[in-house]
Antibody, heavy 118, light 107 residues
Framework: EVQLVESGGGVVRPGGSLRLSCAAS????????MSWVRQVPGKGLEWVSGLNLNGDSTGYADSVRGRFTISRDNAKNSLYLQMNSLRAEDTAFYYC???????????WGQGTLVTVSS | AIQLTQSPSSLSASVGDRVTITCRASQGIRSALAWYQQKPGKAPKFLIY???SLESGVPSRFSGSGSGTDFTLTISSLQPEDFATYYC?????????FGPGTKVDIK
């Protein structure tokens, strides 16, 4: 089955760090750029970060640049998002999505909730 | 960043109705537009790419049109499973951006 499965969400204090993971299966992972998209509960969608096939070209939303780092391990069919210096406004569902930062997103994971709260 | 607006922000419709949602870009994006459907508690589902190309497996009652700055998503005959929020997304400019969404609920 073609799918993306996120993990790593949870509750973290402001200023803290969290690492999200996304496991891909059912397709040739290194044929695709990948992205993270987030959604504050009850609100709209916001692209966060994306990278190309081999991970040597990355992009970030202004709201997270310098705090978040996207990476991938093609040998493990996995995508990651390292989130540092977390703020309350980073609280959201984080979705892993197939598609790079200049593309549409044709496959989505189920999402993982990140809550930043003291 | 390219801004997308959607209208209406919400609408009420009945099963069998024809529904049209509009997405407008703040600058020309050629045909680099996608549409997604999202139901409560679920991830977005990819529907349409390149403004008018239907993703495999998506019912043919969904269609998209437009180019440049003005785009539409049409559901020709609304079905019970179509009640959801719909988002447009542009991938012509960087960063990719989404519209604010249009909620379609039951009249």
């Amino acid at each position: 089955e073609v799918q993306l499965v996120e993990s790593g969400g949870g509750v973290v204090r402001p200023g803290g760090s969290l690492r999200l993971s996304c496991a891909a299966s059912g397709f040739t992972f290194d044929d695709y750029g990948m992205s993270w998209v987030r959604q504050v509960p009850g609100k709209g969608l916001e692209w966060v970060s994306g990278l190309n096939l081999n991970g040597d070209s990355t992009g970030y939303a202004d709201s997270v640049r310098g705090r978040f780092t996207i990476s991938r391990d093609n040998a493990k069919n996995s995508l990651y998002l390292q989130m540092n210096s977390l703020r309350a406004e980073d609280t959201a569902f984080y979705y892993c999505a197939r598609g790079g930062y200049r593309n549409y997103f044709d496959l989505w994971g189920q999402g993982t909730l990140v809550t930043v709260s003291s | 960043a390219i801004q997308l607006t959607q209208s209406p922000s919400s609408l009420s419709a009945s099963v069998g109705d024809r529904v049209t949602i509009t997405c407008r870009a703040s600058q020309g994006i050629r045909s680099a537009l996608a549409w997604y459907q999202q139901k409560p508690g679920k991830a977005p589902k990819f529907l349409i790419y390149d403004a008018s190309s239907l993703e495999s497996g998506v019912p043919s009652r969904f269609s998209g049109s437009g180019s440049g700055t003005d785009f539409t998503l049409t559901i020709s005959s609304l079905q019970p499973e179509d009640f959801a929020t719909y988002y447009c997304q542009q991938f012509h400019g960087y960063p990719p951006t989404f519209g604010p969404g249009t909620k379609v609920d039951i009249k």
